[in-house]
């Protein structure tokens, strides 16, 4: 084919999508979560590689590209066309394309200093077809349990105190990487559990836990060595196991037993100072005694938005109205457990409800912590990884007019003195290098 012949990439034309066959016996498969990265590549650069035909526009190279295009509706793709190719090079060459690319490597060092640049320029890395896991995989250099108790883990994370924190940038998602495999929690006993419109869990991989980094500045910045934390809807091991390592007493309060019991083993075997309790927060008079919290934190469920069990005392299987009073009677209790000039950080998002209205749970959240006598005082938001959501979020602007939402917010509260409590609280280092410029 380099004798002076024509090649296929010497002409690009547009063909109905229509009018494109499929190669029946392609060996190469395609998963969704594939196709809509292709999908989001398409949609972010355009077509930049023409899907490869015969004369009889019969694929050769492209299967992928063909399913993304018409993920996104598109009526025309550009093609090249093969001619004078037998009918065993045809059906070599689909094997080929994909196995010749797999065959290439990584120069790993350059790899990092190309992702450190796109991250550090906002860029939504996993539109490189590179997952967050994958990244984290790639910074991360295998440490030993020893490491981390030889200090590696609680040396202060250099986050400075500002009202947005960036989840995607690199060194977040390094620290995360390390926490979660000290920890060892992936939502193993969430799996088979969430609902078809959890939106967190999509933002992390499948599984909505709380991140430890962000655990990890919580107690940095609002509470203090050896102080009693409080969690009236403990969830996952994180915070507990994050609390206990930063020097915190925990206490936490779990409806589902297998829950509870999970979180209890993994601080246990850490020897960690981490109390789980099987029960209804309703109930937390019953563990909890008045005054003696140092910090109350938590991250409720979002109403309805992902399911964790069938207990009808289960938040998130409750009406929306009823959710709400039970979460304020909830709420409301915690703050005769909390002592005065303390803090309380609630982690909350928006829910829609059936009709794609907001419910109103930071408004409601906020009103509800005032009214038992809290001062509203920071809020912070929690920035996600964008990932798949960038393609969907398109369709939904059309529809809808909705916005894809990649954040959380994280409500802080005093009780007292905000004044008093930092005083009370120590000093509090902060790195505050990354503020330079700004």
Same mark, same amino acid.
């Given at each position: 084919?380099?004798?002076? *012949?024509?090649?296929?990439?010497?002409?690009?034309? *547009? *063909?109905?999508?229509?009018?494109?066959?499929?190669?029946?016996?392609?060996?190469?498969?395609?998963?969704?979560?594939?196709?809509?990265?292709?999908?989001?590549?398409? +949609?972010?650069?355009?077509?930049?590689?023409?899907?490869?035909?015969?004369?009889?526009?019969?694929?050769?190279?492209?299967?992928?590209?063909?399913?993304?295009?018409?993920?996104?509706?598109?009526?025309?793709?550009?093609?090249?066309?093969?001619?004078?190719?037998?009918?065993?090079?045809?059906?070599?060459?689909?094997?080929?394309?994909?196995?010749?690319?797999?065959?290439?490597?990584?120069?790993?060092?350059?790899?990092?200093?190309?992702?450190?640049?796109?991250?550090?320029?906002?860029?939504?890395?996993?539109?490189?077809?590179?997952?967050?896991?994958?990244?984290?995989?790639?910074?991360?250099?295998? +440490?030993?349990?020893?490491?981390?108790?030889?200090?590696?883990?609680?040396?202060?994370?250099?986050?400075?105190? %500002?009202?947005?924190?960036?989840?995607?940038?690199?060194?977040?998602?390094? *620290? +995360?990487?390390?926490?979660?495999? @000290?920890?060892?929690?992936?939502?193993?006993?969430?799996?088979?559990? @969430? #609902?078809?419109?959890?939106?967190? #869990?999509? @933002?992390?991989?499948?599984?909505?836990?709380?991140?430890?980094?962000?655990?990890?500045?919580?107690?940095?910045?609002?509470?203090?060595?050896?102080? &009693?934390?409080?969690?009236?809807?403990?969830?996952?091991?994180?915070?507990? %196991?994050?609390?206990?390592?930063?020097?915190?007493?925990?206490?936490?309060?779990?409806?589902?037993?297998? &829950?509870?019991?999970?979180?209890?083993?993994?601080?246990?075997? #850490?020897?960690?100072?981490?109390?789980?309790?099987?029960?209804?927060?309703?109930?937390?008079?019953?563990?909890?005694?008045?005054?003696?919290?140092?910090?109350?934190?938590?991250?409720?469920?979002?109403?309805?938005?992902?399911?964790?069990?069938?207990?009808?005392?289960?938040?998130?299987?409750?009406?929306?109205?009823?959710?709400?009073?039970?979460? +304020?009677?909830?709420?409301?209790?915690?703050?005769?457990?909390?002592?005065?000039?303390?803090?309380?950080?609630?982690?909350?998002?928006?829910?829609?409800?059936?009709?794609?209205?907001?419910?109103?749970?930071?408004?409601?959240?906020?009103?509800?912590?005032?009214?038992?006598?809290?001062?509203?005082?920071?809020?912070?938001?929690?920035?996600?990884?964008?990932?798949?959501?960038?393609?969907?979020?398109?369709?939904?602007?059309? #529809?809808?007019?909705?916005?894809?939402?990649?954040?959380?917010?994280?409500?802080?509260?005093?009780?007292?003195?905000?004044?008093?409590?930092?005083?009370?609280?120590?000093?509090?280092?902060?790195?505050?290098?990354?503020?330079?410029?700004?």
């Amino acid at each position: 084919m380099t004798d002076g *012949r024509s090649w296929p990439a010497d002409k690009v034309e *547009r *063909r109905d999508i229509k009018t494109l066959i499929p190669y029946a016996r392609n060996s190469r498969t395609h998963s969704d979560e594939q196709i809509t990265q292709i999908a989001a590549s398409i +949609k972010e650069w355009g077509f930049t590689n023409p899907i490869l035909v015969d004369s009889q526009n019969e694929i050769i190279a492209g299967h992928g590209r063909l399913l993304a295009a018409k993920k996104l509706n598109l009526k025309d793709v550009p093609c090249i066309q093969a001619d004078d190719w037998t009918d065993a090079q045809k059906q070599a060459y689909v094997i080929a394309d994909n196995k010749l690319a797999l065959n290439a490597g990584w120069d790993e060092e350059l790899l990092k200093i190309e992702f450190k640049e796109l991250t550090d320029l906002n860029f939504d890395v996993e539109l490189t077809g590179f997952s967050l896991d994958e990244l984290s995989d790639l910074f991360h250099e295998p +440490k030993t349990y020893d490491d981390y108790e030889q200090g590696k883990l609680t040396k202060v994370y250099g986050q400075p105190p %500002f009202s947005v924190l960036d989840t995607k940038k690199g060194d977040w998602v390094e *620290r +995360k990487k390390y926490w979660r495999d @000290l920890i060892g929690d992936f939502g193993e006993s969430r799996e088979g559990k @969430l #609902a078809s419109n959890n939106l967190m #869990a999509e @933002l992390n991989s499948g599984v909505s836990i709380l991140d430890p980094v962000l655990a990890e500045i919580i107690v940095h910045w609002f509470g203090f060595e050896g102080g &009693q934390v409080f969690d009236p809807f403990a969830g996952d091991t994180v915070f507990g %196991f994050v609390s206990g390592y930063k020097g915190m007493n925990f206490q936490g309060i779990e409806l589902r037993k297998e &829950q509870a019991d999970l979180n209890q083993q993994r601080c246990d075997d #850490a020897k960690l100072p981490c109390v789980y309790y099987t029960d209804t927060s309703e109930n937390m008079d019953d563990y909890i005694e008045n005054g003696s919290i140092d910090l109350v934190f938590s991250c409720p469920p979002y109403a309805d938005l992902e399911v964790y069990s069938d207990d009808p005392n289960d938040l998130s299987n409750m009406s929306h109205d009823d959710f709400f009073m039970v979460y +304020k009677r909830i709420l409301q209790k915690s703050y005769s457990k909390l002592k005065n000039n303390r803090f309380a950080v609630i982690v909350m998002g928006e829910v829609r409800n059936k009709k794609g209205q907001y419910i109103g749970t930071i408004p409601k959240t906020i009103e509800i912590m005032e009214s038992a006598g809290y001062k509203y005082y920071n809020e912070i938001i929690l920035v996600n990884s964008v990932g798949t959501l960038a393609l969907r979020s398109g369709k939904q602007m059309q #529809a809808s007019r909705k916005v894809g939402k990649i954040h959380q917010n994280v409500l802080v509260f005093v009780k007292g003195d905000a004044s008093v409590a930092a005083d009370e609280l120590g000093e509090i280092e902060i790195n505050l290098e990354e503020a330079d410029g700004d």
